[in-house]
């Protein structure tokens, strides 16, 4: 138990379909990041919120859009996905500040068909 | 732009041995540095951490060692044991909120 909780653990969905991964987490942390993992890549920094404010959006296509509603629950919302954006979509909660440990959930394994 | 490397992509040791996990990270502003363990079908999961004040940090068998000279990063873990079995990262952090990873060396442990 890492105390941090994604779901659903797997999806699949179609390139015209709209779904959202959730993430919630229970440490008392106030900072959420989203990161996508791609076999033999390594891990991309997708989005980080400070304070349920977004303060890092690597270059990400407008297809993912974040949600932080409070510091706890952190979404991702996809639509019109395409096949290279299958891979594991992992969730991190850290204390703000940056330079902190993250706590990683167990990832939403998504794939596009 | 900047990226974290490691030397062996895996690397397999006896039951009981000692495992040396390396990384060489590329940002000279890199202050922090975590390293992680991601078992399959799992996130990643916080090992250790050290900061670009000092050069070693020892856990529960484990030790990281930090040469910001060549900006190279390590991991031993003492006394290898079948659960080590996992994908270890390295991690360098140079600025607020920026985490750059490696692409994870396999750990292999042997019977």
């Known amino acids: 138990e890492t105390g941090v909780t994604q779901t659903p653990r797997h999806l699949v969905m179609g390139m015209t379909n709209k779904k959202s991964l959730k993430c919630e987490q229970h440490l008392g942390h106030n900072a959420m990041y989203w990161y996508k993992q791609s076999a033999k890549k390594p891990l991309e920094l997708m989005f980080v919120y400070s304070l349920e404010e977004r303060v890092e959006n690597n270059s990400v296509p407008s297809r993912f859009s974040p949600e932080c509603p409070n510091s706890s629950h952190l979404f991702l919302h996809l639509h019109t996905l395409q096949p290279e954006d299958s891979a594991l979509y992992l969730c991190?909660?850290?204390?703000?500040?940056?330079?902190?440990?993250?706590?990683f959930g167990d990832g939403t394994r998504l794939s596009i068909l | 732009g900047e990226s974290v490397g490691l030397h062996l992509p895996t690397l397999s040791v006896q039951e009981g041995d000692n495992s040396i996990i390396n990384c060489a990270y590329s940002?000279?502003?890199?202050?922090?540095f975590i390293w992680y363990k991601q078992e399959s079908g799992k996130g990643p999961q916080f090992i250790i951490d050290?900061?670009?004040?000092?050069d070693k940090r020892q856990g529960q068998r484990v030790t990281v060692l930090l040469n910001k000279t060549v900006k190279h990063l390590s991991l031993q873990i003492a006394a290898t044991q079948p659960g080590d079995s996992a994908v270890y990262f390295c991690?360098?952090?140079?600025?607020?909120?920026?985490?750059?990873f490696g692409t994870g060396t396999r750990l292999k442990v042997l019977a």
């Open positions: 050290i900061r670009s004040n000092m």
């Open positions: 991690a360098e952090i140079p600025g607020t909120y920026k985490y750059i």
């Open positions: 991190a909660s850290s204390r703000t500040g940056g330079d902190q440990p993250q706590h």
């Open positions: 940002n000279s502003a890199s202050d922090y």
